[in-house]
């Protein structure tokens, strides 16, 4: 596609059920990153993807967080059993390994509200 | 560890210049980077610049970098209520996939 896409765009889920948020990257970026923006909060990383491995996960907050990446394309990201505090804007972004610049593209987010 | 620190809030005049500032710790970033981020938007690339540069000029836009301090600061010339948004810098180094954001800063431009 033309950009990255993300949804839902908006989700709001009870405590304790799980959701899923995927991403669509832009066609033929191979990199693939999870970001989280908390209210106030900068960028927190997530995870990392180049083609369908993970090779960095270690900003997983807890194992309640997975993520997968299928046909080197779209992602997805689950949060098992939901808590309050995982209330955020999801930010998925993308690269072109050969991009000289190394800019990200990012998609515009799922915000995420847990009742 | 890497950090990148940013102050949080600006207010400026329309028609004024916006002066947006950055440090950073890592010594070995090569490519520095000034997102903007408009409401219920992603974040979208502004500008970048190399670290080999002390400046970069991009129409309103001016970088400027000092390595030495590991200081990075964005103006914005004749600051317009359109640009009111919140501004992440960011830092990476040439062969890795980390990307180091700041708690970004957010700018508000008085009409």
């Known amino acids: 596609g033309a950009g990255v896409s993300q949804s839902p765009s908006n989700k709001v889920t009870e405590k304790g059920k799980d959701v899923e948020l995927r991403c669509d990257p832009i066609?033929?970026?191979?990199?693939l990153y999870w970001y989280r923006q908390s209210l106030g909060q900068g960028l927190e990383f997530l995870i990392y993807?180049?083609?369908?491995?993970?090779?960095?996960k270690s900003g997983l907050p807890s194992d309640r967080f997975s993520a997968e990446r299928t046909g080197g394309s779209v992602s997805t990201l689950t949060i098992q059993r939901t808590q309050q505090e995982d209330s955020a804007v999801y930010l998925c972004?993308?690269?072109?390994?050969?991009?000289?610049?190394?800019?990200?593209?990012f998609g515009e987010g799922s915000r995420l509200t847990v009742l | 560890g890497e950090d990148v620190e940013q102050s949080l809030f600006l207010s400026v005049r329309e028609g004024d210049s916006s002066v947006i500032n950055c440090t950073y710790t890592d010594s070995s970033s090569t490519y520095l980077y000034w997102y903007k981020q408009e409401p219920g938007a992603g974040l979208q690339l502004l500008t970048y610049?190399?670290?080999?540069?002390d400046m970069k000029q991009d129409q309103r836009l001016t970088v400027l970098l000092n390595k030495k301090d590991k200081h990075l600061s964005l103006r914005i010339a004749d600051t317009q209520t359109g640009d009111s948004a919140i501004y992440f810098c960011a830092e990476t180094t040439q062969g890795t996939y980390k990307y180091i954001f700041g708690t970004g800063t957010r700018l508000k431009v008085l009409a």
């Open positions: 993807f180049q083609g369908n491995s993970a090779p960095d």
């Open positions: 610049i190399f670290s080999n540069m």
């Open positions: 972004a993308s690269k072109h390994r050969g991009l000289n610049t190394g800019e990200l593209f």
């Open positions: 066609s033929g970026h191979t990199a």
